[in-house]
Nanobody, 123 residues
Framework: QVELMESGGGLVQPGGSLRLSCVASGSIFSINDMNWYRQAQGKERELVAR???????DYAESVKGRFTISRDNARNTVYLQMNSLNTEDTAVYYCNVDLVFVRRGKNYDMDYWGKGTLVTVSS
């Protein structure tokens, strides 16, 4: 059994900052890509940032220069530092992880999603 637990969402004023965290727990053998997605009300879910196992990163154009994704492999944790937030960043943010877990001596590669954490940017 593998679980993802996100934290760090909340209400922030425009121009402010938040840091999201996502911890993967369970019988994890290894973790590949770790991603943050977001979904604003009435819109489709979109990829915000990706970090590979080798720490290569990729960002949506709308967040480049403002958001930073990082990971701590020892803690199975991915972070999203969000600066200079604006109202268009308001959304539910989801952690997504591609990992290999162990069950009864066998390895399985699967994609997991967290339940999401709400970020609201408002004055």
């Amino acid at each position: 059994q593998v679980e993802l637990m996100e934290s760090g969402g909340g209400l922030v004023q425009p121009g402010g900052s938040l840091r999201l965290s996502c911890v993967a727990s369970g019988s994890i053998f290894s973790i590949n890509d770790m991603n943050w997605y977001r979904q604003a009300q009435g819109k489709e879910r979109e990829l915000v940032a990706r970090i590979t196992s080798g720490h290569s990163t990729d960002y949506a154009e709308s967040v480049k220069g403002r958001f930073t994704i990082s990971r701590d492999n020892a803690r199975n944790t991915v972070y999203l530092q969000m600066n200079s937030l604006n109202t268009e960043d308001t959304a539910v943010y989801y952690c997504n992880v591609d990992l290999v877990f162990v069950r009864r001596g066998k390895n399985y590669d699967m994609d997991y999603w967290g339940k999401g954490t709400l970020v609201t940017v408002s004055s």
